[in-house]
């Protein structure tokens, strides 16, 4: 099981829960922030600290952002553009930085800052 982030962080990214993370596994992409499936340990600290309420354990995923579980995965398993190989388990976010892409879900997303 693994907490997931859905659609309200899409172009916000206000990284609370980042900086909340006690193993780091909170990845940023260029318009949104993605959980690694893999490297979460569930500890749900990451949920309460979230200004836009963007974070769910994924049994609690509200049905409009059901799509949003397998997106996150998909940052970590699959070649996005831009990329030479998928990302796969890194082992934390910090070293990485910002990965400067999005999945296809997160990328065609309607900007939500203008």
């Known amino acids: 099981m693994t907490y997931v ?15 909340e993370c ?4 909170i990845y940023e992409g260029n318009r949104s922030l993605y959980i690694h499936p893999d490297e979460c340990v569930d500890c749900g600290a990451c949920e309460p600290v ?3 309420e963007a ?3 994924e049994d609690d995923l509200p049905g409009e952002l059901q799509p949003f579980l397998a997106d996150n ?17 890194p ?6 930085g910002v990965v400067p892409t999005d999945t296809p879900l997160v990328a065609q997303w309607p ?4």
């Open 111 to 114: 900007r939500q800052d203008a």
């Open 50 to 52: 979230c200004p836009v």
């Open 91 to 96: 082992g934390g976010a910090a070293p990485l």
């Open 73 to 89: 995965a998909a940052f970590f398993e699959d070649t996005l553009p831009g990329q030479a190989e998928p990302l796969g388990s």
């Open 22 to 25: 006690p193993v780091d596994c």
């Open 55 to 57: 974070i769910y354990y």
């Open 5 to 19: 982030i859905g659609s309200p962080c899409i172009d916000v990214k206000d990284r609370a829960c980042v900086e």
